[in-house]
C-alpha cells in the first residue's frame, strides 16, 4: 500500500477481507464443482475444514477488491496491482502446505530422480510422483519477485495486475498437463480452461489502450 502511496483503506482491514472473501470463495469454488455430491448433502458447505480451491478465492478477492476500490473511490485496477504480488507469494506458500499435506495435488507417476511418494498423505499414493507442489512453488517464487521488483512509477494501473494473471494463469496450465486431475473438456482440467480465462484477460489488459500510455511502457526507472 505505501509503495502505491494509499493510505485508505488501510492494509490491515485489506488483508481480513480479503482473507474472509477467500474462504468462502475457495469453498463455494470447490463445491460447485460438483452440485450433484453438494445437492445429495448440501450441509457439506458449512464444513471448512476441507474442500477448498484456490481459483474460488481469486475470484472472490477480486471482487472484494472491486468493492473496496469503488468505496474508496479508488482505482479498482490499483488495488489489483497492490494485492497481485502477495497473491503469487501466498500462492507459493500454499503449495509448500500441500506439499506437506499430502492433499493429492501431485503429479502423475514419474521415473525422474526427484519423484516423491506419498504414503501417509491425506490422498495416498506409494508410487513416485512428480512433486507439482514444488514446481509451482518455484514458479510462483520466480513470479513474485519479478512483479516485486517492478517499477510502479513508469507503469500504468492493471500492468501488474495484468502480468499476474498472464504468468500465473500460464504457469498453472502448463503444471496441469502432469498433475493428476480430471480432464474437463477437449482434454484440459477445469483449472486449465480458468487458467486460459486469466492468460486472455492479462493479454487483453495489455493491449486495451484506453488503459495504457504505451509511451511509457517499456521504459524503466
Given at each position: 500500500m505505501r509503495r502505491h502511496n494509499l493510505t485508505k483503506p488501510s492494509a490491515e482491514l485489506v488483508a481480513t477481507l480479503l482473507a474472509v472473501a477467500g474462504l468462502i470463495g475457495s469453498k463455494l469454488y470447490h463445491e460447485l464443482e460438483t452440485p450433484a455430491q453438494l445437492l445429495a448433502r448440501p450441509s457439506v458447505i458449512f464444513d471448512l475444514t476441507q474442500g477448498r480451491a484456490w481459483f474460488g478465492s481469486l475470484l472472490a478477492g477480486a471482487a472484494m477488491l472491486y468493492l473496496l476500490a469503488r468505496l474508496h473511490k479508488l482505482s479498482p485496477l490499483t488495488m489489483m496491482d497492490v494485492v497481485s504480488p502477495s497473491a503469487v507469494a501466498g500462492y507459493a506458500v500454499?503449495?509448500?502446505?500441500?506439499?506437506?499435506?499430502?492433499?493429492?495435488?501431485?503429479?502423475?507417476?514419474?521415473?525422474?530422480?526427484?519423484?516423491?511418494?506419498?504414503?501417509?498423505?491425506?490422498?495416498?499414493?506409494?508410487?513416485?510422483?512428480?512433486?507439482?507442489?514444488?514446481?509451482?512453488?518455484?514458479?510462483?517464487?520466480?513470479?513474485?519477485?519479478?512483479?516485486?521488483?517492478?517499477?510502479?512509477?513508469?507503469?500504468?494501473?492493471?500492468?501488474?495486475?495484468?502480468?499476474?494473471?498472464?504468468?500465473?494463469?500460464?504457469?498453472?496450465?502448463?503444471?496441469?498437463?502432469?498433475?493428476?486431475?480430471?480432464?474437463?473438456?477437449?482434454?484440459?482440467?477445469?483449472?486449465?480452461?480458468?487458467?486460459?480465462?486469466?492468460?486472455?484477460?492479462?493479454?487483453?489488459?495489455?493491449?486495451?489502450?484506453?488503459?495504457?500510455?504505451?509511451?511509457?511502457?517499456?521504459?524503466?526507472?
Open positions: 500454499g503449495r509448500l502446505g500441500c506439499l506437506l499435506a499430502g492433499d493429492g495435488c501431485y503429479g502423475a507417476p514419474t521415473t525422474l530422480p526427484w519423484g516423491m511418494t506419498f504414503p501417509h498423505g491425506l490422498v495416498p499414493t506409494y508410487d513416485y510422483v512428480h512433486p507439482t507442489q514444488i514446481y509451482e512453488f518455484i514458479a510462483s517464487a520466480f513470479i513474485f519477485l519479478y512483479l516485486w521488483r517492478t517499477p510502479i512509477r513508469t507503469r500504468p494501473n492493471g500492468w501488474i495486475f495484468a502480468q499476474y494473471l498472464l504468468l500465473s494463469g500460464s504457469a498453472r496450465f502448463l503444471v496441469e498437463f502432469i498433475r493428476i486431475n480430471p480432464r474437463f473438456s477437449y482434454g484440459l482440467t477445469n483449472a486449465q480452461i480458468i487458467s486460459l480465462l486469466c492468460i486472455m484477460s492479462g493479454i487483453f489488459l495489455l493491449v486495451r489502450r484506453p488503459f495504457f500510455h504505451f509511451g511509457n511502457f517499456w521504459r524503466f526507472s
